[in-house]
Nanobody, 126 residues
Framework: HVHLEESGGGSVQGGGSLRLSCVASGISYPQNCLIWFRQAPGKEREGVAF????????RYADSVKGRFTIPLPTTQNTVHLEMTNLKPDDTAVYYCATTSANRWCDTFNENDFDVWGQGTQVTVSS
């Protein structure tokens, strides 16, 4: 069974940068899609960005476009989320997700994903 683990969260001032990591383990094959969500206190979970690794296709939510990037993976089943020009509104728990059926990503609908990491906290102060 695929298992996801995020790391790299922390506290930064507005305008700063952070790099999150997501490692998929427990499998011997490439995971086709890894997606990042976030959830701020009192808000619904929001899709942030995803990558379909077989073709290095990435997609970003409008709220992070131009500030967040998923670099092309250099290690199988490890993806990063490079976050720059962070804003207080980016404060949230960030989750990595995928599907046990190893489907490609094509939506930001959280109900399409059944494997989740434990999350990593990102706090941006003004």
């Amino acid at each position: 069974h695929v298992h996801l683990e995020e790391s790299g969260g922390g506290s930064v001032q507005g305008g700063g940068s952070l790099r999150l990591s997501c490692v998929a383990s427990g499998i011997s094959y490439p995971q086709n899609c890894l997606i990042w969500f976030r959830q701020a206190p009192g808000k619904e979970r929001e899709g942030v960005a995803f990558i379909n690794t077989p073709v290095d296709y990435t997609r970003y939510a409008d709220s992070v476009k131009g500030r967040f990037t998923i670099p092309l993976p250099t290690t199988q089943n490890t993806v990063h989320l490079e976050m720059t020009n962070l804003k207080p509104d980016d404060t949230a728990v960030y989750y990595c997700a995928t599907t046990s059926a190893n489907r490609w990503c094509d939506t930001f609908n959280e109900n399409d994903f059944d494997v989740w990491g434990q999350g990593t906290q990102v706090t941006v102060s003004s």
